[in-house]
Nanobody
Framework: QVQLVESGGGLVQPGGSLRLSCVTSGNSFSAYTMGWYRQAPGKQRDLVAAITNGGITNYADFVKGRFTISRDNAKNTVYLQMNSLKPEDTAVYYC?????????WGQGTQVTVSS
């Protein structure tokens, strides 16, 4: 069973930065499309950014120019660099691995942007 473990969340002031990491178990990481999603209280879970196994990236409009997704296949890890954070970025951030009809999720990491 593939496991995904997120880390790097925390409390940051508006305008600050955080880098989230998601380590994936197993030997098939390089084949996965990896995505970061977020869910604020009372709201649906939304795609933040994704990166394909070929390195093609996709971003939600609300993070374009501020967040960067990247992956290190040698470390089975996907990253989300978050800059110029805003209070509305406050949410639980989840990592997702997918290939064809299969997907797996991490447990999430809390990001709170507040002064």
């Amino acid at each position: 069973q593939v496991q995904l473990v997120e880390s790097g969340g925390g409390l940051v002031q508006p305008g600050g930065s955080l880098r989230l990491s998601c380590v994936t178990s197993g030997n098939s990481f390089s084949a996965y499309t990896m995505g970061w999603y977020r869910q604020a209280p009372g709201k649906q879970r939304d795609l933040v950014a994704a990166i394909t196994n070929g390195g093609i990236t996709n971003y939600a409009d609300f993070v374009k120019g501020r967040f960067t997704i990247s992956r290190d296949n040698a470390k089975n890890t996907v990253y989300l660099q978050m800059n110029s954070l805003k209070p509305e970025d406050t949410a639980v951030y989840y990592c997702k691995a997918s290939v064809f009809a299969w997907a797996a999720w991490g447990q999430g990491t809390q990001v709170t942007v507040s002064s």
